[in-house]
């Protein structure tokens, strides 16, 4: 690659319609979020003004359900002393930042990560328009790496502050470029390697990798006059190995405990969370998901050692629950498993820093089940996020789908919500349980379009039970965490209503396919339903009430803007929580 070919997604049309499409999430997630007041001008006209009053947005607007604000982009305009001036998404961020309280130190970083996430939009209008319809019916990566969007609230969603361009090029999931891992030797006295039940190192790591990797790492180890068995493998990320532990733990290096074996054989494509892999050479094995120590949406997504330990027990203890609960099953509901964890811990970093800190989430791995043996006949996968994806005619992903099913659009609901939502309220009130439920942790099984299951995935880092008495095994007591009575429910209302049914409602009342009466009513319907089936837990239905008037609005923007490195303290989470006001409630 040349160094001008690598930057050729980046000309001056692709760069204004990457302004006005971020400008116009902006206004309306920073409104949404009552950072920003847009004032009504009549007939679904409104303006914003800048921090000063001198600088005007003007759009049309329609205001849904949720406070959501459906903002045509084309009708964005920007003015200045009686002029119209073209958009500018940087200059935009700097009009607001007393509004939008970005602080002197954040303010720069923060529009590092937009113009990282601006290029990111440059790079994907390079790629050929796929209608939605057919990416509806194209194959599970196609769609993952298909997605244009990413996080549905996030302005500055594609960050990824540490990737350079040649970088971006190679590991961004959008560019589907294949990759190889770089697999390391850790010696043991440093590394640990746990398994799920049933599982051993030594077949683990033959399956995956096969013999003639596996002897020809081991000539590696004995060509330097060291025993492969005193050492561990685990895969890294390239970009982890060329900027962080080839220079970070050059000590490790440099004495023998961490050995470079070369890469892997097969080829992996990164996912949506840009650190977890599919493997592209046999769909069949497991996905890995690596540290990488690149700031992408308000954290360094980074992967801790210790953590990692106790990852496969978790997902066991989690499989064996929906597996013995009817009701679970009954819905269809698995998951993907995280079946093994590798760590290695570097003692000087740990002895100078405290449990949380990027230092020590440097090298560790899992592998995760895939999904595709899964499937039978006729069946597909399909990332949810995808659910949310628009093509550039205004056709959504999940209105494609419904089309294809040939169900009424209630229907076709009826039954994803039954796949999605069900086993989420199921969790929360029989025991307590809930997940980090968004659409890059969720895959769909689809049929004909129809919503069959779902699969959640991403288990031992995002699940909590908020029970203080529940009955935990000793290896699982991490996962439980202390969360006010109060904002327990906001693991449905915040994470499902207001961060994905939100805009799923949105895309399809705006194509013309339902109204929002029907869309909550099929969502109140799923809970009506799942209530009726379970008569037993009616104490809890009182308790926490889904058809409570209103809930607390929790700004996932807001913390970022707070603080674009570190935006929960990991230590408390709901403590982190930016509640500001409350929302209707468009279940009540």
């Known amino acids: 690659m040349t160094l001008s070919d690598a930057v050729a997604h980046l000309s001056p049309e692709r760069w204004a319609t990457a302004d006005r499409l971020l400008i116009r999430k902006a206004l309306a997630e920073f409104a949404h979020e009552r950072l920003l007041t847009p004032e009504p001008l009549g007939e679904g006209a409104y303006v914003v003004r800048s921090d000063d009053g001198l600088t005007r947005y003007r759009f049309t607007a329609a205001v849904l359900r949720l406070d959501h604000w459906q903002i045509d982009a084309e009708s964005i305009t920007r003015h200045r002393d009686g002029t119209e001036l073209p958009l500018n998404a940087l200059e935009f961020f700097t009009e607001l930042r007393g509004a939008l309280g970005l602080s002197d130190a954040i303010l720069p970083v923060y529009l590092e990560e937009i113009s990282s996430t601006l290029s990111g939009i440059c790079y994907k209008l390079t790629k050929p328009a796929v209608p939605a319809a057919e990416l509806s019916r194209s194959g599970f990566q196609e769609i993952e790496t298909g997605m244009t969007e990413g996080h549905p609230c996030f302005v500055a969603n594609n960050g990824r502050l540490g990737f350079g361009v040649h970088e971006y090029l190679s590991y961004a999931p959008e560019t589907a470029s294949p990759v190889r891992l770089i697999w390391l030797a850790a010696r043991k006295d440093r590394a640990a390697f746990t398994a799920g039940a049933g599982l051993d190192y030594e077949s683990f790591l033959r399956a995956e990798l096969g013999e003639e990797t596996l002897a020809r790492f081991d000539r590696v180890l004995r060509d330097k006059g060291l025993d492969p068995a005193e050492y561990l493998l685990i895969p890294a990320h390239p970009w982890q190995w060329w900027n962080k532990l080839s220079v ?9 405990r961490l050995v470079c074996l070369g890469e892997g054989d097969d080829e992996y494509l990164a996912q949506q969370s840009i650190r977890t892999f599919f493997n592209r050479t046999s769909p069949e094995k497991h996905y890995v998901k690596t540290a990488l120590s690149v700031i992408n949406m308000g954290f360094m997504r980074g992967l801790s050692a210790a953590y990692m330990e106790a990852t496969p027990a978790i997902n066991d203890w989690l499989a064996n629950l929906i597996e013995t609960d009817e009701t679970l099953r009954g819905t269809g509901l698995t998951i993907i498993r995280e079946r093994a964890a590798v760590g290695y811990r570097h003692l000087e ?6 449990r949380y800190s990027p230092y020590r989430k440097m090298l560790a791995a899992l592998w995760r089940e895939s999904p595709v043996p899964s499937l039978e006949e006729g069946e597909q996968l399909a990332t949810m996020a995808s659910l949310l994806h628009v093509d550039r005619d205004g056709g959504s992903f999940a209105g494609a789908l419904i089309e294809r099913s040939g169900l009424a659009p209630t229907e076709w609901l009826r039954r994803y919500l039954h796949a999605y939502l069900t086993p989420l309220l199921h969790s929360f009130y029989a025991y307590d349980l809930v997940f980090m439920p968004h659409g890059e942790n969720v895959i769909l099984v689809l049929k004909d379009g129809v919503v069959q299951r779902a699969i959640f995935k991403d288990i031992a880092e995002e699940i909590a039970v908020m029970d203080p008495d ?10 439980r965490v202390e969360v006010p009575e109060d904002k327990k429910l906001l693991s449905i209302f915040t994470d499902v209503f207001d961060c994905f049914f939100r805009f799923l409602s949105a895309n399809l009342v705006t194509e013309g396919l339902i109204d929002e009466d029907a869309f909550w009513g099929s969502v109140a319907a799923c809970v009506t339903a799942y209530q009726e089936a379970t008569p037993h837990l009616a104490d809890k239905f009182k308790q926490y009430d889904m058809f409570a008037p209103e809930f607390a609005l929790s700004c996932l923007n807001r913390l970022q803007l707070r603080n674009n490195e570190q935006m ?9 929580l930016q509640l500001i006001g409350t929302l209707k409630n468009p279940i009540a």
Do not use: K, N
């Not at 970093?349 to 405290?354: I, N, R, S, V, W």
């Not at 529940?470 to 996962?479: H, Y």
């Open 248 to 256: 970070t733990f050059a000590a490790e290096v440099a004495q023998g």
């Open 470 to 479: 529940a009955v935990l095994p000793p290896v699982v007591e991490r996962i």
């Open 349 to 354: 970093y740990e002895a100078a820093t405290d």
């Open 568 to 576: 929960v303290d990991l230590a408390d989470p709901s403590g982190a």
